[in-house]
T-cell receptor, first 111, second 115 residues
Framework: DAKTTQPNSMESNEEEPVHLPCNHS???????IHWYRQLPSQGPEYVIH???SNVNNRMASLAIAEDRKSSTLILHRATLRDAAVYYC????????????FGKGTKLSVKP | DTGVSQDPRHKITKRGQNVTFRCDPI?????LYWYRQTLGQGPEFLTY????????KSRLLSDRFSAERPKGSFSTLEIQRTEQGDSAMYLC?????????????FGPGTRLTVL
């Protein structure tokens, strides 16, 4: 399975945008990029996914590099509730099957 | 809210005892997954069901672990002869399955402590 690399931690100020990077240099042509997040004491929660084009939804935006070897999750205005561990995950062919989580990026949001 | 539910939320047991956890997926979701998460790590896949069929098992799932999903609805995960190394959060997730968007919805987890 293709591997992802994320920074261990990041900090942000409340109401400012946050850009969470993910490197996946061994991604294959059929691998989708998924982002989940895990708030303290909760199970992971789906955020967004994409294949080649940038994606937007009510929670976040996903910017995918042209060569697909990296992507960035964008939270447009961080709130205290966005403090969580964010996981970038690759899956084959759109069907997620079992998700292979790394350690993710722990995002802290300062008021 | 009819999300994924798990029972119990917390379980404390003594080493050598058997424990069983239950997961109720979102109704009509035909896929059900079990993961294990230890402190500071991301969740690790254990096993996966498509309806009542157990289609994949991780090498992490030793012989002491067994999972069932009778009738393709709720699922149980049993750990026999628990060991201290089994202490972890056990997460269940469900999804609709199929090609394309197959978002997994996670339950709150069952935290197991083995003394």
């Amino acid at each position: 399975d293709a591997k992802t690399t994320q920074p261990n931690s990041m900090e942000s100020n409340e109401e400012e945008p946050v850009h969470l990077p993910c490197n996946h240099s061994t991604i294959s042509g059929t691998d989708y990029i998924h982002w989940y997040r895990q708030l303290p004491s909760q199970g992971p929660e789906y955020v967004i996914h994409g294949l080649t084009s940038n994606v937007n939804n009510r929670m976040a935006s996903l910017a995918i590099a042209e060569d697909r070897k990296s992507s960035t999750l964008i939270l447009h205005r961080a709130t205290l509730r966005d403090a969580a561990v964010y996981y970038c995950i690759l899956s084959r062919g759109g069907s997620q099957g079992n998700l292979i989580f790394g350690k993710g990026t722990k995002l802290s949001v300062k008021p | 809210d009819t999300g994924v539910s798990q029972d119990p939320r917390h379980k404390i047991t003594k080493r050598g005892q058997n424990v069983t956890f239950r997961c109720d997926p979102i109704s009509e979701h035909n896929r059900l997954y079990w993961y294990r998460q230890t402190l500071g790590q991301g969740p690790e896949f254990l096993t996966y069901f498509q309806n009542e069929a157990q289609l994949e098992k991780s090498r992490l799932l030793s012989d002491r672990f067994s999972a069932e999903r009778p009738k393709g609805s709720f699922s149980t995960l049993e750990i026999q002869r628990t060991e201290q190394g089994d202490s972890a959060m056990y997460l269940c997730a469900s999804s609709l399955g199929g090609y394309g968007t197959d978002t997994q919805y996670f339950g709150p987890g069952t935290r197991l402590t083995v003394l």
